[in-house]
């Protein structure tokens, strides 16, 4: 049960009406009519009645009503115990970041919370995924920006909806350049620059259906911004994400996706039980109250 919900729930009950209420909310009338029907199967009662005149609430209605009320006036206050604290917050916030799409979505965060908290420093430390994990796990950063595939149990987190799509940098002057899609037919005769990452190195391998000591691989990375100065040296082609150029770009290199067709996603994590420090914390609740809007 979420503040949010409680929120929906006492503006039906006070404008006895869904229409209205949906208005009031700015959400639409089956977003709402769905988070009160969820909200009563959850709870496991009929806390309001549906009829032509609009919404009567039932003894457990008033009584939730009751209780919600309370949760949710403590709720504001405690907010604004923090906004009013909000200029006195200060210390460091260190995060790590693999090169991808979802680096936007971090990105904004972090400047919308240093709007909010201007005496915050934040410490971003770019690195492959596995080396943010290793620093989340021995407390070294406190919010992590990882890529899939990785095991989310130990963690808090919240799934990014933009997909990223694998595929091959190379040189516009490459003989495969060309193509609107490579295949592994296409692409394993060809020098091949991959990530040092251990599961997603096996999966390209695998995806091109050889083993590694029947391909030409001249250099591996940990991440690709120096990688791709080789590729335009022409060391090699780089099997990188498209999320991951968004950094940077070249005239002189195409970007071309794999086929069958391999997607991923980002993933902002935190451990869990843990105990932050106050600005640490008011920034995972930002990532929360994200979380929420996403849903």
Same mark, same amino acid.
């Given at each position: 049960?979420?503040?949010?919900?409680?929120?929906?729930?006492?503006?039906?009950?006070?404008?006895?009406?869904?229409?209205?209420?949906?208005?009031? @909310?700015?959400?639409?009338?089956?977003?709402?009519?769905?988070? +009160?029907?969820?909200?009563? !199967? $959850?709870?496991?009662?009929? #806390? /309001?009645?549906?009829?032509?005149?609009?919404?009567?609430?039932?003894?457990?209605?008033?009584?939730?009503?009751?209780?919600?009320?309370?949760?949710?006036?403590?709720?504001?206050?405690?907010?604004?115990?923090?906004?009013?604290?909000?200029?006195?917050?200060?210390?460091?916030?260190?995060?790590?970041?693999?090169?991808?799409?979802?680096?936007?979505?971090?990105?904004?965060?972090?400047?919308?919370?240093?709007?909010?908290?201007?005496?915050?420093?934040?410490?971003?430390?770019?690195?492959?995924?596995?080396?943010?994990?290793?620093?989340?796990?021995?407390?070294?950063?406190?919010?992590?920006?990882? @890529?899939?595939?990785?095991?989310?149990?130990?963690?808090?987190? +919240?799934?990014?909806?933009? !997909? $990223?799509?694998?595929?091959? #940098? /190379?040189?516009?002057?490459?003989?495969?350049?060309?193509?609107?899609?490579?295949?592994?037919?296409?692409?394993?005769?060809?020098?091949?620059?991959?990530?040092?990452?251990?599961?997603?190195?096996?999966?390209?391998?695998?995806?091109?259906?050889?083993?590694?000591?029947?391909?030409?691989?001249?250099?591996?990375?940990?991440?690709?911004?120096?990688?791709?100065?080789?590729?335009?040296?022409?060391?090699?082609?780089?099997?990188?994400?498209?999320?991951?150029?968004?950094?940077?770009?070249?005239?002189?290199?195409?970007?071309?996706?794999?086929?069958?067709?391999?997607?991923?996603?980002?993933?902002?994590?935190?451990?869990?039980?843990?105990?932050?420090?106050?600005?640490?914390?008011?920034?995972?609740? $930002?990532?929360?109250?994200?979380?929420?809007?996403?849903?």
């Amino acid at each position: 049960m979420e503040l949010r919900t409680l929120r929906y729930f006492l503006t039906a009950a006070t404008e006895e009406n869904i229409t209205r209420a949906a208005d009031v @909310l700015h959400v639409t009338q089956p977003t709402l009519s769905r988070q +009160l029907m969820d909200l009563e !199967k $959850e709870l496991g009662t009929t #806390l /309001m009645l549906r009829g032509k005149k609009g919404l009567t609430l039932t003894d457990d209605g008033l009584f939730f009503r009751q209780r919600a009320e309370e949760i949710v006036e403590l709720a504001d206050r405690l907010e604004q115990r923090f906004a009013e604290k909000s200029e006195s917050v200060t210390g460091i916030i260190n995060v790590g970041a693999s090169e991808a799409i979802g680096s936007r979505m971090m990105a904004k965060l972090i400047c919308q919370f240093s709007d909010k908290y201007p005496l915050v420093q934040f410490h971003l430390y770019n690195e492959m995924a596995d080396n943010i994990k290793d620093r989340l796990d021995k407390g070294l950063v406190d919010v992590g920006l990882l @890529l899939e595939p990785i095991d989310v149990h130990k963690y808090e987190y +919240l799934r990014l909806m933009q !997909k $990223e799509t694998w595929g091959v #940098l /190379m040189r516009t002057d490459h003989p495969l350049a060309g193509l609107e899609v490579i295949t592994p037919e296409d692409i394993a005769e060809y020098s091949l620059i991959l990530p040092l990452r251990e599961k997603v190195r096996e999966d390209i391998i695998n995806w091109i259906g050889r083993e590694e000591k029947n391909l030409h691989i001249p250099l591996s990375h940990t991440l690709l911004s120096n990688a791709v100065l080789l590729v335009e040296e022409g060391m090699g082609c780089a099997f990188c994400l498209d999320g991951a150029l968004a950094v940077r770009s070249s005239p002189n290199l195409k970007f071309i996706p794999i086929q069958p067709e391999k997607t991923t996603r980002s993933v902002l994590v935190w451990n869990k039980n843990q105990i932050f420090s106050p600005a640490t914390s008011l920034f995972i609740q $930002e990532i929360n109250m994200m979380r929420a809007q996403m849903r």
